[in-house]
């Protein structure tokens, strides 16, 4: 059987795009929204690797994809929760072609508590 284009090997042997909102330093997502970080339109297949910080405490976190599949670490915690240490996630994925407006975002169900993120381009 093969494996799925977005998963090990084959994900990494694709072109890769950036995340379009780099962040120079923490930002918060207030209880009930989400922080968007948009990808390109891209016209193949394209993996995106993108390095994040969070900070919360905060839970439960929801990571969303619009365009974009999943692997790696943000395939297997589509849901989490953020305890007091701060702590460093990689979210990767694969970008569909001719998806206009490609995006990940993190969701914060919490109802009460700030979650804090910071993510770059790996």
């Given at each position: 059987m093969a494996a799925s284009p977005a998963t090990g090997a084959a994900a990494e042997q694709l072109p890769r795009v950036p995340m379009m909102e780099e962040d120079s330093h923490p930002h918060e997502v207030r209880p009930g929204t989400e922080a968007r970080f948009h990808a390109p339109t891209v016209a193949v297949r394209s993996r995106l690797d993108v390095k994040c910080t969070l900070a919360g405490p905060a839970g439960p976190v929801r990571l969303v994809f619009h365009g974009i599949e999943p692997t790696g670490w943000a395939r297997a915690h589509p849901r989490f929760s953020v305890g007091e240490t701060e702590f460093g996630v990689d979210v990767e994925g694969v970008v569909t072609p001719g998806f206009a407006?490609?995006?990940?975002?993190?969701?914060?169900?919490?109802?009460?508590?700030?979650?804090?993120?910071?993510?770059?381009?790996?």
């Open positions: 407006a490609p995006y990940f975002a993190f969701a914060n169900d919490d109802t009460q508590r700030l979650l804090w993120h910071q993510c770059y381009n790996n």
